[in-house]
């Protein structure tokens, strides 16, 4: 059976581990708060300017002051501190962050990612997408494996303008976790509960690679 999107962040939130500083992007990656293991220390950083994000706010516990980079409420962990956009920014561009977790509209095979704009459609702008892609060198994306007609959003090249260049390393999907490598394109690592290669293999359009040791997702 596919993941729903918490099934997704559960997943991505294995990829954390102890001490890292982690950017989470709007959309399914703001639901990685909510899943850290009780063993590991991780500090979220959101680029308006908060280090030490917590998971989402229970109804009594809402700050309308206190939000993340999507406007959604959110909590703050002990000694989280607050801080202007241009010191969240030299954080993200000097490379102080460990693991980017992003949102996509597209995948390709090379590592591009599409995930700010739909020609024709309003949108606010890049916001910190193109920083983020630009200087982190660890990105996972977290998405659904096809669009709502059930089209491939993992294709040969993006058909979306792009935000970067050859810069995914991983993508977590409602079906599969899959690596990229830019000369063999997504390679299949682990399928969803209930899920087979032969049900991934059918929702991807890019080059898939499928080893052996292919593995079910524990979540």
């Not at 030490?52 to 002051?65: F, L, N, Q, R, S």
């Not at 561009?93 to 597209?106: F, I, N, P, Y």
Request: aromatic content about 4%; some cysteine.
């Amino acid at each position: 059976m596919a993941l729903d999107k918490n099934g997704i962040a559960k997943r991505i939130a294995q990829e954390l581990k102890d001490g890292y500083y982690v950017n989470l992007g709007i959309g399914i990656p703001t639901l990685v708060a909510n899943f850290v293991a009780d063993d590991i220390n991780v500090e979220f950083q959101s680029e308006n300017g908060i280090l030490g994000m917590g998971p989402y706010p229970t109804e009594d516990k809402v700050d309308a002051d206190l939000i993340n980079a999507g406007k959604e409420t959110i909590t703050a962990r002990p000694g989280a501190v607050y801080f202007d956009s241009a010191t969240s920014f030299a954080m993200i561009r000097g490379q102080h962050v460990q693991l980017t977790v992003l949102g996509a509209m597209e995948v390709s095979e090379k590592g591009d990612i599409a995930n700010w704009k739909i020609p024709g459609k309003m949108v606010k702008g890049m916001g910190g997408a193109m920083d983020l892609v630009a200087s982190a060198e660890n990105i996972v994306v977290a998405m659904m494996h096809t669009n709502k007609a059930g089209e491939s959003k993992l294709l040969p090249e993006c058909s979306l303008p792009l935000t970067g260049v050859g810069c995914v390393k991983r993508v977590v999907t409602n079906l599969a976790v899959l690596d990229i490598d830019p000369k063999q394109g997504f390679i299949l690592r682990e399928t969803a509960p209930g899920v087979s290669i032969e049900d991934v293999k059918n929702a991807t359009a890019g080059k898939l690679v499928i080893h052996s040791d292919v593995k079910e997702m524990q979540i």
